[in-house]
């Protein structure tokens, strides 16, 4: 099937895609239906991409990063999306890329120099602690309490949807460290922390969900657990901008993921389509069939331009904020068209585990609901791009 790699525009971003899709081709569709069946992490494939040094792709190469962009994140999530893992190998490694940008931009040379290079090699394992059941998207109104006695905080509170917890040996935390009725903004107050996730002081409980099981969610509580100062990324209360930082290249790894994840399904629906013979010819000879498959063609074809688009602006430090949500939105969408799609287009077979579609499906789900909401992303675009009053 004919696909326009919009985003692999160069040879040197081709080798990349070539690079990464040789590791993912180690790990078929048989290995991740049953990692998704036992809900069995899958550490494998996280040592093959940390040994192929792919972990710090975006990391400053004095850490032992790549030091490459947004650009050739996006290219090797969007591979690890198109391969058997979908989702589920994403998550695996997602957090590496971007999610400890913070670190990054704000934290001491000392701290960067303690921290980045075992996230690079793979041997240390972190997760993010920043939703909380009662907040969800307002995360200005998260209750966890981090009180410096001394030079240590003592947290108070819990966590929801914080993924990996099962195996992390790191967390990043956001905590409030300033009552929010004592702030001049709700979203004043709040602290990043980079620390140890000792799970006998931190109660796990796994949520069950709908897929991905190969890679846990949980919920996390934490009873007067202790944090030292030093693990403080940046100033006291000004955890929340920190955490904005990432929140773009974000939203466009996650354009890529869904990319990847909608051509996947889009070649497996293609090929049943051709091989499938009902009533004496192949059921793709059916426009029925044939009409929605160059639909979700076209749309993530449109939805990698969106996200190219919004990859080019970030790495030349251009605003991207609209271009990084409108891309994620879009991919979301046609990720989720193709995989209910490639469901329908196997019938009855789509529904059963060996053809592998219905655990694209069920992963594919997620990308409308999180780490944004679609209709969030329609609000921000209303009221930042079109001038429209605010509406929550």
Same mark, same amino acid.
């Given at each position: 099937?004919?696909?326009?790699?919009?985003?692999? %525009? +160069?040879?040197?971003?081709?080798?990349?895609?070539?690079?990464?899709?040789?590791?993912?081709?180690?790990?078929?569709?048989?290995?991740?239906?049953?990692?998704?069946?036992?809900?069995?992490?899958?550490?494998?494939?996280?040592?093959?991409? &940390?040994?192929?040094?792919?972990?710090?792709?975006?990391?400053?190469?004095?850490?032992?990063?790549?030091?490459?962009?947004?650009?050739?994140?996006?290219?090797?999530?969007?591979?690890?999306?198109?391969?058997?893992?979908?989702?589920?190998?994403?998550?695996?490694?997602?957090?590496?890329? #971007?999610?400890?940008?913070?670190?990054?931009?704000?934290?001491?040379?000392?701290?960067?120099?303690?921290?980045?290079?075992?996230?690079?090699?793979?041997?240390?394992?972190?997760?993010?602690?920043?939703?909380?059941?009662?907040?969800?998207?307002?995360?200005?109104?998260?209750?966890?309490?981090?009180?410096?006695?001394?030079?240590?905080?003592?947290?108070?509170?819990?966590?929801?949807?914080?993924? +990996?917890?099962?195996?992390?040996?790191?967390?990043?935390?956001?905590?409030?460290?300033?009552?929010?009725?004592?702030?001049?903004?709700?979203?004043?107050?709040? +602290?990043?922390?980079?620390?140890?996730?000792?799970?006998?002081?931190?109660?796990?409980?796994?949520?069950?969900?709908?897929?991905?099981?190969?890679?846990?969610?949980?919920?996390?509580?934490?009873? %007067?657990?202790?944090?030292? *100062?030093?693990? /403080?990324?940046?100033?006291?209360?000004?955890?929340?901008?920190?955490?904005?930082?990432?929140? @773009?290249?974000? /939203?466009?790894?996650?354009?890529?993921?869904?990319?990847?994840?909608?051509?996947?399904?889009?070649?497996?629906?293609?090929?049943?389509?051709?091989?499938?013979?009902?009533?004496?010819?192949?059921?793709?000879? @059916?426009?029925?069939?044939?009409?929605?498959?160059?639909?979700?063609?076209?749309?993530?074809?449109?939805?990698?331009?969106?996200?190219?688009?919004?990859?080019?602006?970030?790495?030349?430090?251009?605003?991207?904020?609209?271009?990084? @949500?409108?891309?994620?939105?879009? &991919?979301?969408?046609?990720?989720?068209?193709?995989?209910?799609?490639? *469901?329908?287009?196997?019938?009855?077979?789509? !529904?059963?585990?060996?053809?592998?579609?219905?655990?694209? #499906?069920?992963?594919?789900?997620?990308?409308?609901?999180?780490?944004?909401?679609?209709?969030?992303?329609? @609000?921000?675009?209303?009221?930042?791009?079109?001038?429209?009053?605010?509406? !929550?």
């Amino acid at each position: 099937m004919k696909t326009f790699d919009a985003l692999c %525009n +160069t040879p040197e971003r081709r080798e990349i895609r070539d690079a990464v899709r040789a590791i993912c081709d180690q790990f078929d569709d048989d290995y991740w239906l049953e990692k998704d069946k036992a809900h069995a992490f899958p550490f494998e494939f996280a040592k093959a991409m &940390a040994d192929g040094g792919w972990l710090g792709i975006a990391m400053p190469e004095e850490y032992g990063g790549a030091g490459l962009g947004v650009t050739e994140a996006a290219i090797m999530m969007q591979e690890v999306a198109h391969s058997a893992g979908a989702f589920a190998a994403c998550s695996t490694i997602h957090i590496n890329i #971007f999610g400890l940008h913070s670190i990054v931009k704000h934290g001491t040379d000392a701290q960067k120099k303690a921290w980045l290079p075992s996230i690079i090699d793979g041997s240390s394992r972190t997760c993010f602690g920043v939703t909380e059941p009662d907040a969800g998207l307002d995360t200005s109104k998260i209750k966890t309490r981090a009180v410096l006695k001394g030079d240590r905080y003592i947290v108070n509170g819990q966590k929801i949807w914080t993924s +990996t917890a099962q195996q992390a040996d790191k967390i990043v935390l956001l905590a409030r460290t300033v009552p929010i009725e004592e702030c001049k903004k709700p979203t004043d107050g709040l +602290t990043l922390f980079y620390t140890d996730f000792d799970r006998s002081k931190i109660e796990v409980r796994e949520i069950l969900k709908m897929g991905r099981h190969a890679v846990n969610s949980n919920q996390t509580f934490y009873d %007067n657990y202790e944090v030292p *100062v030093e693990h /403080r990324i940046g100033e006291d209360g000004k955890g929340f901008r920190y955490i904005l930082d990432s929140l @773009n290249p974000e /939203r466009i790894l996650n354009a890529a993921e869904c990319v990847g994840i909608g051509r996947r399904c889009l070649e497996k629906a293609v090929k049943y389509a051709g091989e499938r013979v009902v009533f004496g010819r192949p059921i793709g000879q @059916n426009q029925s069939i044939q009409h929605p498959l160059a639909e979700n063609w076209t749309e993530l074809l449109a939805a990698e331009l969106l996200t190219l688009r919004a990859a080019e602006l970030y790495d030349s430090g251009q605003p991207c904020g609209a271009e990084a @949500n409108a891309a994620k939105y879009f &991919a979301g969408d046609a990720a989720f068209k193709a995989a209910d799609q490639a *469901v329908r287009t196997h019938g009855g077979m789509g !529904y059963a585990a060996e053809f592998h579609v219905e655990r694209y #499906f069920r992963e594919a789900v997620v990308m409308r609901l999180a780490p944004v909401s679609r209709e969030m992303v329609l @609000n921000f675009l209303a009221e930042r791009e079109l001038g429209l009053p605010k509406s !929550y």
